[in-house]
């Protein structure tokens, strides 16, 4: 069967004879913590083909994507609690959700005797979570955090943070790691995608929620989780904050550049990335990662948060992995001592939270002071706080500055956003569809006129930018104007069809150039 842990998909050695003393050292919010797993699929996504690819006979059952949903939520205190080993079950029904008891407890067991070994299983599967299995939701609403697993991980790897996250009022919402097309993650472009598309899922189901607050979502990732969440920021303005635990996006920036759309004013939202303790040059050379490139140094739209958990390395950051791991499988830093850091990080995950997604002055405080000023040990904790640069260019930026100056200014404030940024740029489509939203959508023909004017100034060779403009003042009954914008078209494209035949409506005929 496929990894179900981190502490799998990371090697770890033999785990025979582990005994865990990891100890989550957080205290519970207010809230009790719910637990629900829905079984839902993604229609508008094909998951398995016509021909299943291992047997080669027709596929059989359920076509469109399965999402295993679990969610975690703020609930009345009491009942019982479960326990490591109800999270394990889940990965039997990631990708077939019908299979029995028996089955389901079959998978499980060979996955713990197989990964964790016999001698934890006693100790560790028994041990009580937070969460109470369809527990009373607690009255009121609530903001969204979306987690994204680690690459090929089950959803409950971090249930630990996800139940602290709950029981100080958040809705979680988790869902596995999987491929395009197979239970297997990939590790490309398609990978990230697709499981950006999983986040996206999710933030629609959470619109079913009565207690989910969907105006205030965050999308919280781990690894290969941690670089599919910003490609998810960059097509839903929806989400408002990120949290990025070791998140890939640090170390595979050319797969972010592939993705043309990754941009910095498309991800202006604020970011908390929790670092591992940094390796050395040398390492980075040996594993040829050594590239000038840094997608978190180019986020200057965004407020941004630099954590650097100096006892932690990338696969400390799982619960899951903790719970499992020998403790002579640390070395400089003791596992009491990683137990504690990771207490620390979910610390700082909720305080940013609550800054961004509570308005919580505190929260924003705490970001702001060293590690030690916040009362942890110190050598723990180094923070590199950075602060947006304002607003990014994009249309809507321009758009709100048109509004308050005037949008006689289009080209002026257009030319200044290009000055802070060469890279922004609106092509000559958008800027025609702006025009005639304006237009026809909302009964403003003055704005559009003067957006159209922008664009045969970017765009002097276009007949079309003309005709849109001669169009606009034709709405707005500047006749003359009209009549000469459409004789530019014809100089500029004699043939144009549009603008002879309002020529002829008009009652003026020929062409000339445009005064």
């Keep these: 069967m496929r990894s179900l842990l981190l502490l799998f998909l990371c090697g770890t050695a033999s785990l025979a004879h582990a005994a865990s003393n990891f100890t989550f050292s957080n205290a519970r919010g207010d809230h009790g913590v719910g637990l629900r797993v829905v079984h839902q699929y993604d229609y508008a996504r094909a998951y398995k083909g016509d021909i299943d690819a291992t047997t080669g006979l027709p596929t059989r059952g359920e076509r469109a994507r399965p999402i295993q949903t679990v969610v975690w939520y703020p609930a009345s205190k009491g009942g019982t609690p479960v326990v490591v080993n109800d999270y394990l079950r889940l990965s039997a029904t990631e990708e077939v959700f019908e299979r029995s008891d028996a089955e389901i407890t079959a998978a499980t067991a060979n996955v713990r005797v197989g990964v964790l070994g016999a001698d934890a299983l ?17 009255a009121g609403r609530f903001p969204v955090v979306i987690y ?28 596995p790691d999987m491929g395009a097309h197979s239970r297997a993650m990939t590790d490309d472009l398609e990978g990230i995608e697709t499981q950006a ?28 989780g941690g670089m599919s969440n910003v490609f998810a920021a960059a097509r839903d303005s929806r989400i408002k904050a990120l949290v990025s635990l070791d998140g890939s996006v640090r170390y595979y920036p050319e797969l972010v550049e592939a993705a ?65 791991t ?31 997604l509570k308005n919580d002055a505190a929260g924003l405080a705490f970001l702001g002071n060293t590690g030690v000023k916040n009362g942890a040990p110190p050598h723990m904790i180094s923070v590199d706080a950075r ?5 990014p260019p994009t249309q809507e930026t321009l758009a709100v500055e048109l509004a308050k100056r005037g949008f006689e200014h289009a080209h002026d404030a257009y030319q200044a956003l290009r000055q802070r940024d060469p890279q922004f740029e609106l092509s000559e489509s958008r800027i025609n569809s702006w025009g005639y939203d304006l237009l026809r959508k909302h009964k403003n023909p003055k704005a559009a006129i ?43 494209e004699p043939t144009h069809a549009n603008a002879a035949q309002r020529m002829k409506v008009l009652g003026r005929t020929g062409s000339s150039a445009l005064e």
């Design 260 to 324: 043309k759309y990754v941009t910095p004013s498309r991800v202006a939202v604020p970011m908390l990335y929790m670092a591992a303790q940094p390796p050395t040059l040398e390492q980075l050379i040996a594993r040829g990662k050594t590239s000038p490139v840094s997608v978190l140094n180019n986020l200057k739209y965004s407020d941004a948060y630099i954590v650097t958990m100096h006892p932690m390395v990338h696969p400390h950051f799982s619960s899951a992995f903790l719970r499992f």
């Design 122 to 138: 006693p100790r560790e599967t028994t041990r009580p979570m937070w969460a109470v299995r369809d527990a009373k939701p607690a």
């Design 197 to 224: 598309a999983d986040i996206s899922f999710l933030i629609g189901y959470a619109h079913t929620l009565p207690q989910a607050d969907t105006r205030k979502i965050a999308v919280m990732g781990f690894s290969w």
């Design 450 to 492: 003067e957006i159209f004017k922008l664009n045969t100034l970017l765009h002097p060779e276009s007949s079309n930018t003309f005709d849109s403009l001669a169009e606009a003042y034709e709405v707005n009954k500047d006749t003359e104007l009209a009549i000469k914008t459409y004789q530019h078209v014809l100089t500029l």
């Design 326 to 356: 020998p403790a002579a499988a640390f070395t400089d830093y003791s596992q009491e001592e990683v137990s504690l850091a990771y207490g620390w990080m979910a610390r700082y995950v909720l305080q940013f939270l609550n800054a961004y």
């Design 387 to 391: 602060r947006s640069t304002g607003a």
């Design 148 to 175: 994204a697993p680690s690459f090929n991980a089950s959803p409950t790897e971090n249930a630990d943070l996800c139940e602290f996250l709950a029981s100080q009022g958040y809705v979680v919402l988790a869902s």
